[in-house]
């Protein structure tokens, strides 16, 4: 099993990152990896169970479920359900925290999952650098906090 692990500081208050975060169904508008995404049969995007269809730039179509949501946590989990990725049994899960002394946020990214054997350290490096990286930096700059 792979385990991904990447966390940031951001200079924000947290309240103000999980207004972004919390919406399931919004990371089109701040990952620049994916070009669309919409919640399957009309459900809202913090419903438990809610599915996210959405497609990266290069056209490929992934799907995701909401598995937890919690405001009082400001944490959410989800699972792959399909992509064209062989990362099997995928779970990830999302955890912010204040750090008062400057009244910013701990990001907190994890997750676990299997590979076809050989394949480990190349889609722990995507998974790590692609997305859990790149969607960091882009939350960095949809909010306006490069240089801060």
């Known amino acids: 099993m792979v385990k991904v692990v990447k966390s940031t500081v951001l ?40 599915v996210r269809r959405f497609h990266l730039q290069d056209g490929s179509e992934l799907r995701e479920q909401l598995l937890t949501l919690s405001d009082a946590d400001m944490a959410f989990s989800y699972c792959l359900l399909d992509t064209p990725v062989p990362l099997l049994n995928y779970v990830a899960h999302v955890r912010l925290a204040p ?18 054997a050989g394949r480990e350290k190349e889609l722990r490096q995507m998974v790590a650098e692609n997305v859990y990286q790149g969607g960091m930096d882009a939350i960095r700059s949809h909010m306006g906090l490069e240089g801060a």
């Open 99 to 116: 750090v008062t002394d400057g009244d910013m946020t701990f990001w907190h990214w994890e997750s676990r999952f299997d590979t076809p």
């Open 11 to 50: 200079p924000a208050p947290v309240e103000a990152v999980w207004d972004v975060l919390r919406d399931f169904n919004g990371h089109d508008r701040w990952h620049p990896i994916v070009r669309d995404s919409v919640v399957e049969k009309g459900w809202t995007s913090d419903r438990i169970g809610c």
